[in-house]
């Protein structure tokens, strides 16, 4: 247990839906990043949050939007899901910056049909 | 925008020495590596800050040359539990690590 939790592990859904990923950091952390890895490919970067507040945004589709809670746990929301938003999508938490790696939650992996 | 490593892939032999390289075409601030192995999340392996600075334990260590913007992995005398997908991770100051393209290392008995 990596101390990055992430909620749930497995999502079927429709396209044209929309889903939640819950993300609760490692106890500490304050820096909540959310990637996305298709099929072996790359992990390409979302959106990061800090203490509660948007501190960077990567190739993030409008479909996407994310935020982090007071006691923060973060929220990945995906809408008018379509087939290429299939992939596994990671959450990390990290302490200061500069001077820790980044600890990964085990992934949710989404399956659009 | 994204690290290039290289090699793509890399077969070896357990015993068998590594390098797999991570080039930037930004300045950084710094590097990190992760091992990823199938269906499972990336592991971090190490952080290298700008200074030139090589960092590493026994049988894996890294470097990195701020001027030059690329950082290398070196993995010896390789063990079967060494194989996955290798990242670097590059972060120029500006909070976002950017992953490169990976590289696919098998090690055999």
């Known amino acids: 247990d990596s101390g990055v939790t992430q909620t749930p592990k497995h999502l079927i859904t429709a396209t044209g839906q929309r889903v939640t990923l819950r993300c609760s950091p490692r106890?500490?952390?304050?820096?909540v990043y959310w990637y996305q890895q298709s099929l072996d490919q790359g992990l390409q970067f979302l959106i990061q949050?800090?203490?509660?507040?948007?501190?960077a945004k990567g190739n993030i589709l409008e479909r996407f939007s994310a935020q982090q809670f007071p006691d923060l746990h973060s929220e990945l929301n995906l809408s008018s899901l379509e087939l290429g938003d299939s992939a596994l999508y990671f959450c990390?938490?990290?302490?200061?910056?500069?001077?820790?790696?980044?600890?990964f939650g085990s992934g949710t992996r989404l399956t659009v049909v | 925008q994204q690290p290039v490593q290289s090699p793509q892939a890399v077969i070896l032999r357990e015993g068998e020495d590594a390098v797999i390289n991570c080039s930037s075409s930004?300045?950084?601030?710094?590097v990190h590596w992760y091992r990823q192995k199938h269906g499972e999340a990336p592991v971090f392996l190490m952080i290298?800050?700008?200074?030139?600075e090589q960092k590493g334990h026994e049988k894996i260590s890294a470097s990195f040359n701020e001027k030059k913007q690329q950082s290398s992995l070196y993995l010896t005398a390789s063990q079967l539990s060494y194989s996955g997908t290798y990242f670097c991770?590059?972060?120029?100051?500006?909070?976002?690590?950017?992953f490169g393209t990976g590289t696919r290392l098998q090690v055999f008995p």
């Open positions: 290298l800050l700008k200074g030139g």
């Open positions: 949050y800090y203490n509660g507040e948007e501190r």
């Open positions: 990390a938490s990290t302490g200061q910056r500069g001077s820790y790696g980044y600890t």
């Open positions: 991770g590059t972060e120029d100051g500006t909070d976002k690590l950017i």
């Open positions: 106890s500490g952390d304050l820096s």
């Open positions: 930004k300045a950084l601030y710094s």
